[in-house]
C-alpha cells in the first residue's frame, strides 16, 4: 500500500533555523513534519500534543480523539450533480454548516488536521476552526516542491506553538466518480434506471462508469489512514480529518468493522462532525458531539473533560 504513496513529495513542517533552542518546540522535541513519503520517519517526528490537549502518556496510555467531518454542503450538492473529484467550493448554507461543526466542536482537543486536496473540505475545516476555543491558527503544509517548503518556513517558535498544521491529501479525496461527474443525479436515474444507479452509488464494488468502486476508494483512503493518521492517534495526537462522503465511508468502515453490506447503508450527512476516542490501538464511536456546552460529549473520558476546563479557564 505504501507504494502508494511514492509519487508524493517532501513535507516539511519547520521553524526555521533561528529560533532560540528552548522554544524550538511544537509543546515538545520537533517542528518537522515530514511527509507521507516517509511514514516510519513521520512517526518518529510527530508534533506532540500541546500543553491544553489533555494528552500527556506515553503512547502506550494515550487516548486520542479523532473528528471526522464531512465537507458542508457544494454548489454541486445543491445542484445535485455528481461531483467526485471535481473540485467545487460549499454554498452559503455549506459554510454555515461548517461553522456550526465547529461550534460544536470547539471544546476536542485538536493537534493536526487532515484534508483531501479538494477546496471543499479544506474550507469546511478552516471555517470550523475559525469556532475553536483553543484560537490555534490552523496553517496548510505546502509540500509541493523543496521551494514551497522553504518558501513556507516559519521562524517563531512561539507562532509555532500557536498553530496547527493542515495536512491534505489526494488520497483523502472523495472516490472518482467517473463518467457520472457532472451529470445530474436525478437525471442519471431517469436514464439509467434507480436500481444501477443506487448500485453505482452505494454498492461497495461496482464502480461506476471509469470511475472508482467504493472498495478501490477504500484501498487508497484506508491506506492513507492507517499510514499516516493512525500513528499520530497512537502518538496521542488528537486529529481532525474533513473529507469527503465515500472516502469518509471507507474509514468508518474500517473503524468500526464494518461489513460490504452495512457500508452500503451507511449515509453522511454534510457537516455533522464525528467523534471517535482512540484507545489502546481501538477506536470507540462517541457520535455527533450536539454542542459545546453537551455536557455528555465531555463527560466522555476524564481527558476531554480536563481539557474543556482548560479552555474554560483560559482568558477570552
Ligand atoms: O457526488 C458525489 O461526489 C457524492 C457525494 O456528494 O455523491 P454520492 O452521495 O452519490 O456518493
Not at 500500500?1 to 509543546?27: E, H, K
Request: aromatic residues 8%.
Amino acid at each position: 500500500m505504501a507504494s502508494t504513496f511514492l509519487s508524493q513529495p517532501v513535507a516539511r513542517y519547520s521553524s526555521g533555523i533561528d529560533v532560540p533552542a528552548s522554544s524550538r518546540n511544537f509543546g515538545s522535541s520537533s517542528l518537522r513534519f515530514l511527509s507521507p513519503r516517509f511514514p516510519t520517519i513521520a512517526t518518529r517526528s510527530v508534533l506532540h500534543p500541546s500543553p491544553l490537549s489533555g494528552s500527556h502518556h506515553s503512547s502506550s496510555e494515550s487516548e486520542s480523539s479523532l473528528i471526522l467531518i464531512r465537507h458542508g454542503e457544494s454548489l454541486w450538492n445543491e445542484k445535485n450533480l455528481f461531483t467526485g473529484c471535481c473540485d467545487v467550493p460549499l454554498t452559503k448554507r455549506g459554510v454555515e454548516e461548517a461553522i456550526e461543526a465547529g461550534k460544536r466542536i470547539s471544546y476536542i482537543p485538536i493537534d493536526m488536521i487532515f484534508t483531501s486536496a479538494l477546496i471543499r473540505a479544506q474550507m469546511t475545516a478552516m471555517l470550523a476552526m475559525t469556532q475553536h476555543r483553543q484560537k490555534k491558527v490552523p496553517i496548510i503544509i505546502h509540500n509541493e516542491n523543496e521551494q514551497a517548503t522553504t518558501w513556507t518556513r516559519v521562524y517563531s517558535g512561539k507562532t509555532m506553538k500557536q498553530s496547527i498544521p493542515v495536512i491534505t491529501s489526494w488520497q483523502l479525496n472523495e472516490r472518482m466518480y467517473g463518467e457520472l461527474q457532472g451529470l445530474n443525479k436525478q437525471e442519471t436515474a431517469e436514464r439509467y434506471g434507480k436500481e444501477k444507479v443506487y448500485e453505482w452509488r452505494r454498492s461497495y464494488d461496482i464502480p461506476p462508469p471509469k470511475g472508482e468502486s467504493l472498495e478501490m476508494c477504500s484501498q487508497r483512503a484506508v491506506a492513507y489512514f492507517k499510514d499516516f493518521i493512525e500513528p499520530q492517534l497512537q502518538s496521542g495526537k488528537h486529529v481532525m480529518l474533513a473529507a469527503h462522503g465515500n472516502s469518509l465511508r471507507s474509514i468508518i468502515m474500517y473503524l468500526e468493522k464494518l461489513t460490504s453490506q452495512e457500508v452500503t447503508d451507511l449515509e453522511l450527512s454534510t457537516g455533522i462532525p464525528l467523534l471517535y476516542i482512540y484507545k489502546e490501538g481501538k477506536f470507540m464511536s462517541r457520535g455527533s458531539p450536539v454542542g459545546p456546552s453537551e455536557a455528555d460529549v465531555y463527560a466522555y473520558t476524564q481527558n476531554l473533560a480536563v481539557y474543556r476546563q482548560q479552555l474554560d479557564e483560559m482568558p477570552h
